[in-house]
């Protein structure tokens, strides 16, 4: 039988070595995978809480979703957007039937970069500006774009820029300067975004985008008020609020449906991808019909709205609403903060507990200091991994911990979970 050790050596030959796996000393290789586990080739399970970077929502190889995908494949494959299939018009009506009151044409792309790349064009076809603003430690995705509107340095490439995209304080409140509370903070991050508009541009932009809560950057959580005094801002410099849900969408944060919800402010824009889909690539943009009608000229994406994709999303939203994922997530996700508080008090190298609904972080520093400790990060989520327990990694320093399970996870796994991450963290004290 082949094992793990000698599928890596043939991966290291024939892939880019920047598209590093996860536990480096040893990686898995997947064989298969069920609901919430995973089980590697050589015969280990482990519980999922990381779903392929917030991606496999509602559980792997779901039987009901996979259902449909197979009856779907049995129909029609693929066609582009230069035909009208009726699965397709299904999804986009079920999108807007959910998004925002006033947000309703949707375009399909393949994955959140290219989701993001039309809301930006969009915006700039609409207010006739290119300038965009954006967070620092934000993550927009991999394209020359993408990167360029990203402000994690880590994942910035290739030296891209786009003199058009500028970066604003963003509110991390752990990370803010020294003494200031969470108000405090909002008013530096006004200051700051009202302070880039007057000096770098014309006093016009394009957009603002944002994520509600940011994902690679670490999950970072903004005070209750900070859309509420951001958005006024953007309105007045002429720009459109662009709520990118790669992360944050589709009921993770818990109770709603979407992140923004969350903050009592309704975007211009949207962008989904993700676990819209489950597991199947999918991107998607939802604006109103303003909006939309500003773009001019043709466009098309070449697996935009495939058959197959569609069907899939479709089956998956419908799954959550039939099993109402978005209560599980506050439910769930308040059985994990309060666990998780309960280490924070027990172990000094945890600086923060921060997250909403099944998005929870750990940031792991120095004990007695704000300083960011990746080795023991990297060492927990190792020690995680050798007990049965999948978990992810960011922030723009390493060091911290990112646990997102599905949004149908049990409570019995969520009590396994914190079982075994509480004898990891003893492990690594």
């Known amino acids: 039988m082949t094992t793990s050790a000698e599928i890596m050596e043939r991966y290291k030959k024939v892939m880019f070595p920047a598209a590093a796996p996860y536990h480096a000393d040893n990686p898995i290789v997947v064989d298969h995978a069920k609901d919430q586990y995973i089980y590697d080739i050589d015969g280990n399970k482990y519980l999922d809480f990381f779903g392929g970077i917030l991606t496999v929502s509602v559980g ?5 979703i996979t259902q449909r995908t197979m009856e779907q494949l049995q129909v029609v494959q693929h066609t582009s957007t230069i035909y009208v299939n009726e699965i397709m018009v299904k999804l986009a009506e079920k999108v807007a039937e959910l998004t925002p009151q006033g947000l309703q044409k949707v375009f399909f792309t393949n994955s959140g970069t290219e989701a993001n790349e039309t809301a930006v064009m969009a915006a700039r076809m609409y207010t006739g500006n290119p300038t965009i603003i954006t967070l620092r430690h ?5 394209s020359l774009l993408a990167m360029s509107l990203t402000a994690h340095g880590t994942w910035r490439l290739g030296g891209v820029v786009d003199p058009y995209i500028k970066h604003v304080r963003n509110p991390y409140t752990y990370r803010a300067p020294l003494g200031l509370t969470p108000e405090q903070v909002v008013d530096l991050c006004v200051q700051d975004l009202e302070e ?4 770098t541009t014309n006093g016009r932009i394009g957009a603002f985008m944002a994520e509600p809560i940011q994902g690679v950057g670490g999950f970072i959580v903004p005070p209750e008020d900070y859309f509420k005094r951001i958005i006024p801002i953007v309105k007045e410099a002429g720009g459109v609020f662009i709520s990118d849900e790669v ?3 589709w009921g993770r944060t818990g109770g709603k449906w979407f992140g923004i919800e969350q903050w ?4 211009d824009i949207m962008t989904f991808a993700k676990g819209m889909g489950n597991g199947t690539p999918i991107g998607c943009t939802i604006t109103t019909p303003e909006i939309a009608d500003a773009v001019q000229g043709l466009t098309f994406s070449t697996f935009g709205g495939n058959p197959v994709t569609m069907a899939t999303a479709l089956a998956t939203i419908e799954y959550m609403e039939a099993h109402n994922t978005p209560e599980n997530c506050e439910v769930q996700g308040a059985r994990m903060a309060e666990k998780l508080d309960e280490f924070a008090a027990e172990f000094p190298f945890i600086g923060e507990v921060r997250g ?3 998005m929870q972080a750990i940031e792991v520093v120095e004990p007695g200091t704000k300083d960011p400790d990746k080795t023991r990060t990297a060492a927990f989520v190792d020690a995680c991994k050798e007990k049965g327990l999948l978990l992810g990694k960011g922030g723009l320093y390493g060091n911290v911990i990112r646990i997102a399970p599905h949004m149908n996870v049990s409570g019995e796994d969520m009590d396994t979970a914190m079982d075994i991450i509480g004898k990891a963290l003893v492990e690594v004290s």
Not at 138 to 142: E, L, N, Q, W
Not at 196 to 199: D, L, N, P
Not at 264 to 267: L, N, Q, Y
Request: net charge negative; charged share 15%.
């Open 60 to 64: 792997h190889c779901n039987d009901e």
């Open 138 to 142: 934000a993550y927009s995705g991999r």
């Open 196 to 199: 880039t508009i007057a000096t």
């Open 247 to 249: 992360q944050t969408g």
């Open 264 to 267: 009592g402010v309704e975007p």
């Open 356 to 358: 909403m609904g099944l």
